[in-house]
């Protein structure tokens, strides 16, 4: 690994923004007398946003609306999806991503003004669409805490998804939630291997953290389940069953997954990722992506993207399934119930 690789970081450059005139880029770095750029500290940003509730029509999401407390994620996993909407800020989806976090400290009045209309109607919410709502600035803003106090109070249901042990903050008011089975959360496991932890997710939670997580959320009856997610080939297939039977092990009621997809800037992050931390294997990881996905990175056909297709993607499948069956049986995420949502708020209390 190079002298100057940013530790820390899962994005080693600063990628180029599609919807700017003019920027620096890591490009061509060999024709400098000097490194273009630094590990970058991390910037909060204020955002003053406008709403809080994002209504979701993908078909393979399971979901109808999402709402995410923070643009950008510290987390830095490098396959993020979610890296390509820094764009929109003007940022990177790189280095940016990462260190470039953007607070919507008015997060829960907007949310509490949603469910206030007429004509809002009760339907699971997810929080952390895009980024975590549990990344290490939460611990200082308690942005997805007082969220999840306005969906409390009003008897909302929710479902969240999260790499960090910071959820078991909160595990007094999703106990609240979980006794009118109003909430879901799902604890994201990747790989149980810490060096490729630490190099594909550098500031997440370890995957013992995680499993202890699950572990306390179980105990606390609170649903919990896991997402094995993303899969990539040549990385973490392999370790499919062991991750499915220490979730269940700890008492994860279900499981999920995805496989990896590289759209829009991910797909060159990803490539000098990979480059630099495991040359040996660039070819065959790369080659087996594109393979997934009819040789391309970027697939966004619904149905398929994913989940993948061809070969690969079979085996994958074939094997979380089998392990699912083995180690999940008779498990279930509990219904929500949405008759308890407080229409109009504590008001129809009087």
Request: net charge positive; charged share 25%.
């Amino acid at each position: 690994m190079e002298n100057d690789y940013f530790k820390g970081r899962g994005a080693q450059i600063k990628s180029e923004n599609k919807f700017l005139k003019s920027q620096y880029v890591s490009q061509h770095i060999e024709g400098l007398d000097e490194p273009l750029f630094e590990n970058p500290l991390t910037q909060i940003f204020q955002e003053n946003a406008k709403k809080i509730l994002n209504r979701v029509d993908s078909p393979d999401l399971g979901f109808g609306y999402s709402m995410n407390p923070y643009q950008g994620c510290e987390h830095g996993c490098i396959y993020c999806y979610a890296r390509n909407t820094h764009e929109y800020y003007g940022f990177s989806a790189g280095l940016d991503f990462e260190s470039k976090i953007i607070v919507k400290k008015n997060a829960a009045r907007l949310l509490e003004q949603e469910l206030l209309k007429p004509s809002w109607n009760a339907v699971p919410i997810m929080l952390s669409g895009n980024t975590d709502c549990y990344q290490p600035q939460e611990k200082k803003f308690e942005i997805t805490r007082s969220m999840l106090k306005v969906l409390a109070q009003y008897r909302h249901p929710v479902s969240i998804i999260s790499k960090n042990s910071l959820v078991l903050r909160d595990i007094d008011i999703l106990k609240d939630l979980a006794a009118d089975n109003l909430v879901h959360v799902y604890i994201s496991i990747t790989t149980l291997n810490e060096e490729l932890r630490r190099a594909m997710e550098p500031r997440t939670a370890s995957s013992v953290k995680r499993l202890k997580t699950v572990e306390e959320l179980a105990k606390a009856n609170i649903p919990v389940g896991i997402m094995n997610a993303p899969i990539i080939p040549g990385f973490n297939q392999h370790e499919i069953p062991a991750i499915l039977k220490a979730a269940a092990e700890h008492g994860a009621l279900n499981a999920g997954m995805t496989v990896v997809r590289l759209n829009g800037s991910i797909g060159k992050i990803f490539e000098d990722w990979l480059q630099k931390n495991f040359p040996d294997r660039y070819e065959k990881v790369w080659n087996q992506i594109g393979s997934m996905h009819g040789g391309n990175l970027n697939d966004s056909q619904f149905g398929r993207r994913m989940s993948g297709e061809g070969n690969i993607a079979d085996a994958i499948h074939q094997l979380f399934r089998s392990s699912k069956k083995k180690y999940f049986a008779n498990k279930s995420m509990p219904a929500y119930n949405l008759t308890k949502f407080r229409k109009g708020g504590t008001l129809n209390l009087f």
